[in-house]
């Protein structure tokens, strides 16, 4: 079976320091991976999505990175934290095949509290 | 391009009672609608979705949606409220084409003894 974790569970980091938040996926190959932000009262954002190793889309134009070293593996970085950084980190996987309609799987979230 | 709309960003109903959470979507393309659930400082899981054929849709722990293309809706609901329902709740779509998820606000439930 699939799985996929996600780490640290929770950080505290001072304004502009640097961040790397990674996942891992496990039992699949080939996964579309995602990050999303969860802000209080703000539902989930769409931070990056990659479909293969070095291909990576940014749907929010921000000071946070994400880069995709292996088939497996996501991280979500960034060389100066602002405080509007914030906030719990999502990341999720989905299979490549049919796209549109298949689940995407999510982690188990990393609070990151920038002071 | 995709949006969600979830009407009312808390409900609280009693248990034992209808839970009914509002989702409406807007879609330029055939959606495929999701309804996840987030139980405190954990991330989401699946309740269920609408890609294509019945529109009405069973979900685990008793919970169902219908679609409503014509209402552009994806509605939730359980006959009968449990204690353990008590979770925020996000209504999202997809589409052919699409490769992510557009997720709505949000809606948290309470359930009241």
């Known amino acids: 079976s699939q799985t996929i974790h996600q780490w640290p569970a929770t950080l505290v980091q001072p304004v502009g320091s640097p961040l790397s938040l990674e996942c891992t996926v496990e039992g699949t190959s080939n996964p579309n991976l995602y990050w999303y932000r969860q802000a209080a009262g703000r539902g989930l954002q769409l931070l990056f999505y990659s479909v293969g190793i070095g291909q990576i889309s940014s749907e929010v134009p921000q000071n946070l990175s994400a880069s995709r070293p292996q088939d497996r593996q996501f991280i979500l970085s960034s060389k100066k934290l602002l405080l509007s950084d914030s906030g719990f980190y999502l990341c999720?996987?989905?299979?490549?095949?049919?796209?549109?309609?298949?689940?995407?799987?999510f982690g188990e979230g990393s609070w990151l509290t920038v002071v | 391009a995709q949006s969600v709309t979830q009407l009312g960003s808390h409900v609280s109903v009693s248990e034992g009672a209808l839970v009914l959470l509002r989702c409406n979507y807007s879609?330029?393309?055939?959606?495929?609608l999701f309804w996840y659930v987030q139980y405190p400082n954990q991330g989401l899981q699946l309740l269920l979705k609408y890609t294509t054929g019945a529109t009405l849709v069973k979900g685990i722990n008793g919970f169902e949606a219908e679609f409503k293309k014509s209402e552009t809706s994806f509605h939730l609901t359980k006959p009968s409220a449990h204690m353990s329902d008590a979770a925020e709740y996000f209504c999202?779509?997809?589409?052919?084409?699409?490769?992510?998820?557009?997720f709505g606000s949000g809606t948290r439930l309470q359930v009241q003894p």
């Open positions: 879609s330029s393309v055939p959606p495929y």
């Open positions: 999202a779509v997809s589409g052919p084409g699409r490769r992510a998820l557009t």
């Open positions: 999720a996987w989905a299979t490549t095949t049919g796209i549109s309609g298949n689940t995407i799987y």
